[in-house]
């Protein structure tokens, strides 16, 4: 048994999601580029980091942001 009796860990996807979200600001609109290229299950994925992003980075908590 765990110390930390955590039962369950990240999967690798949403680690990713989370590395782009704590990435400089400056890449968000390389992440809203994409979304007119993808497919729907790397839609899913992208816009999981685009939602961390926009929470975690302060100068991306702006209605142009939202629109």
Do not use: H, W
């Amino acid at each position: 048994m765990s110390p930390s009796k955590k039962q369950s860990f990240s999967l690798p996807r949403d680690l990713i999601a989370r590395s782009f979200g704590r990435m400089c600001p400056a890449i968000f609109s390389s992440l809203l580029d994409a979304l007119e290229t993808l497919s729907v299950y790397q839609l899913s994925e992208i816009l999981n980091a685009i939602g961390d992003m926009a929470f975690y980075q302060l100068a991306l908590a702006r209605s142009e942001t939202y629109q």
